[in-house]
């Protein structure tokens, strides 16, 4: 079993910017970032692998948001800067091993708790 905790949501207003972490206690293939707006269903943001650090972003946060990694740390990163409105969300980090299907939730065995993001306008 893997172990997933995410810090560093809250409260921002629109144009500003927030970084999200998530320590896990062991490395899979990849670590992904997952969010769900309320009444919404829960979708990609983005994911990187462990080894190489190879990302994937969803195109609506794409040039805005950036996914990164401290191997020696187990610990992943979303630096979300523009923040909209509609980012408003809960935020989950979670760990496969799948190699591959990066962007279905389906992939990934482990999830954290979630943080709340809420973007104000």
């Known amino acids: 079993q893997v172990q997933l905790v995410e810090s560093g949501g809250g409260l921002v207003q629109a144009g500003g910017s927030l970084r999200l972490s998530c320590t896990a206690s062991?490395?899979?293939?990849?670590v992904g970032w997952f969010r769900r707006a309320p009444g919404k269903e829960r979708d990609f943001v983005a994911a990187i692998t462990w080894n190489v650090g190879y990302v994937h972003y969803a195109d609506n946060v794409k040039g805005r948001f950036t996914i990164s990694r401290d191997n020696s740390k187990n610990t992943v990163f979303l630096q979300m800067n523009s923040l909209k409105h509609e980012d408003t969300a809960v935020y989950y980090c979670?760990?496969?091993?799948?190699?591959?299907?990066?962007?279905?939730?389906?992939?990934?065995?482990?999830w954290g708790q979630g943080t709340q993001v809420t973007v104000s306008s």
């Open positions: 979670a760990a496969t091993y799948v190699n591959g299907a990066l962007r279905a939730p389906s992939a990934y065995a482990y």
């Open positions: 062991g490395r899979t293939y990849a």
